[in-house]
């Protein structure tokens, strides 16, 4: 994944003297960014609703949803950011626009960030799975698990599955419920968030009617999700992405092998508030997004890091097994093949 430049890579100590001049959140740079982006949400809103509600052509509502699913996306961006502590100065501030971003992203602010945290503390580590990551099991551990668990993994790891049935359940249903282990503040924030969809919905059904409001919402909220796993999986599930068990895993190399550079068209990149940069992300989660440009440009000079372009990152839906021995992510087929040259060499 990462190329250097020099003779000896470089070391955290000059990652770090970089890195701090990016991590101080900006006031204006947050504000700016809650205006160009809840602004156009809430006004693509207005419109499907104003579609729905009158004569205005069928095709402008369903026009208005298809904008707002990126636009969603981009709100939990800022909803990350806050989980984080890095969009604001304020913990306070962080807080507020943190729950407020949640509920529009049907995601509980401190159930989410503590998950999310491990996530980051665990990140590369064949160890410590199984906390805010996709699924990935070993050659070895898919080779010898019972039949039934074989089959769901094939299931779980099937892009109709993962990119269809998943985004649904992950925002529809799981984020509902508090994760394991979370403590009560977490626990608190899921009761919050779901009892504020819920008085929304109320509102609705008095105010646009519950009809018109599903219509919109259930659409915006499963197409920024899908969007929003598929980011997440490439950011983690590449053919060269670092895994490595506890004892000798590089903490560094998890953030810049182990997470992607995604290089997505500026559109794009605009909608998903830079997340494509998530190995700048993993070297310090303290970098706000609109920080992250900056910061990767200024890494580049010491380091090239290889991006992974939107055709490669389309292979990424053929692997699905960790294999130990080549320090890759490999294909259902190559472990087959890996199986029957096993038991030739037995025989």
């Given at each position: 994944?990462?190329?250097?430049?020099?003779?000896?890579?470089?070391?955290?100590?000059?990652?770090?003297?970089?890195?701090?001049?990016?991590?101080?959140?900006?006031?204006?740079?947050?504000?700016?960014?809650?205006?160009?982006?809840?602004?156009?949400?809430?006004?693509?809103?207005?419109?499907?609703?104003?579609?729905?509600?009158?004569?205005?052509?069928?095709w402008v509502g369903v026009l208005s949803v298809l904008l707002a699913g990126p636009f969603l996306v981009r709100i939990f961006i800022i909803f990350h950011d806050c989980c984080h502590s890095?969009?604001?100065?304020?913990?306070?501030?962080?807080?507020?626009?943190?729950?407020?971003?949640?509920?529009?992203?049907?995601?509980?602010?401190?159930?989410?960030?503590?998950?999310?945290?491990?996530?980051?503390?665990?990140?590369?580590?064949?160890?410590?799975?199984?906390?805010?990551?996709?699924?990935?099991?070993?050659?070895?551990?898919?080779?010898?698990?019972?039949?039934?668990?074989?089959?769901?993994?094939?299931?779980?790891?099937?892009?109709?599955?993962?990119?269809?049935?998943?985004?649904?359940?992950?925002?529809?249903?799981?984020?509902?419920?508090?994760?394991?282990?979370?403590?009560?503040?977490?626990?608190?924030?899921?009761?919050?968030?779901?009892?504020?969809?819920?008085?929304?919905?109320?509102?609705?059904?008095?105010?646009?009617?519950?009809?018109?409001?599903?219509?919109?919402?259930?659409?915006?909220?499963?197409?920024?999700?899908?969007?929003?796993?598929?980011?997440?999986?490439?950011?983690?599930?590449?053919?060269?992405?670092?895994w490595a068990r506890n004892d000798v895993r590089d903490s560094l190399k998890a953030a810049l092998e182990g997470s992607s550079y995604y290089k997505l068209p500026k559109v794009a990149q605009?909608?998903?508030?830079?997340?494509?940069?998530?190995?700048?992300?993993?070297?310090?989660?303290?970098?706000?997004?609109?920080?992250?440009?900056?910061?990767?440009?200024?890494?580049?000079?010491?380091?090239?890091?290889?991006?992974?372009?939107?055709?490669?990152?389309?292979?990424?839906?053929?692997?699905?097994?960790?294999?130990?021995?080549?320090?890759?992510?490999?294909?259902?087929?190559?472990?087959?093949?890996?199986?029957?040259?096993?038991?030739?060499?037995?025989?």
């Amino acid at each position: 994944m990462s190329e250097n430049t020099t003779a000896e890579p470089i070391s955290r100590q000059a990652l770090n003297k970089i890195i701090l001049k990016f991590t101080t959140p900006s006031r204006g740079k947050g504000a700016w960014q809650m205006a160009n982006t809840l602004i156009p949400y809430f006004g693509l809103w207005a419109l499907a609703i104003y579609s729905f509600k009158t004569e205005l052509p069928n095709w402008v509502g369903v026009l208005s949803v298809l904008l707002a699913g990126p636009f969603l996306v981009r709100i939990f961006i800022i909803f990350h950011d806050c989980c984080h502590s890095s969009f604001y100065k304020s913990k306070w501030a962080n807080t507020l626009v943190g729950y407020i971003t949640g509920i529009l992203a049907s995601s509980p602010f401190r159930d989410w960030g503590e998950a999310h945290i491990r996530h980051h503390a665990t990140a590369g580590n064949l160890d410590k799975r199984g906390v805010g990551d996709i699924w990935t099991l070993t050659v070895e551990e898919y080779i010898t698990a019972p039949k039934l668990k074989r089959i769901t993994y094939r299931v779980f790891r099937h892009p109709l599955f993962m990119f269809g049935v998943g985004p649904s359940y992950v925002f529809l249903v799981f984020h509902r419920f508090s994760q394991k282990g979370i403590q009560h503040k977490g626990r608190l924030s899921v009761y919050m968030t779901n009892l504020a969809l819920l008085l929304l919905l109320l509102l609705a059904g008095r105010t646009i009617g519950y009809k018109v409001y599903l219509l919109i919402q259930i659409p915006v909220t499963i197409l920024a999700a899908t969007l929003g796993i598929w980011l997440f999986y490439v950011q983690h599930q590449y053919e060269e992405v670092y895994w490595a068990r506890n004892d000798v895993r590089d903490s560094l190399k998890a953030a810049l092998e182990g997470s992607s550079y995604y290089k997505l068209p500026k559109v794009a990149q605009w909608f998903s508030g830079n997340i494509g940069l998530h190995h700048i992300h993993h070297l310090n989660p303290s970098i706000p997004n609109y920080n992250l440009q900056g910061c990767h440009d200024a890494l580049q000079e010491m380091q090239h890091i290889e991006p992974l372009g939107l055709r490669k990152s389309f292979k990424s839906l053929r692997i699905h097994l960790w294999d130990e021995d080549t320090q890759k992510l490999i294909s259902f087929k190559a472990m087959k093949l890996i199986r029957k040259a096993r038991r030739k060499n037995q025989e």
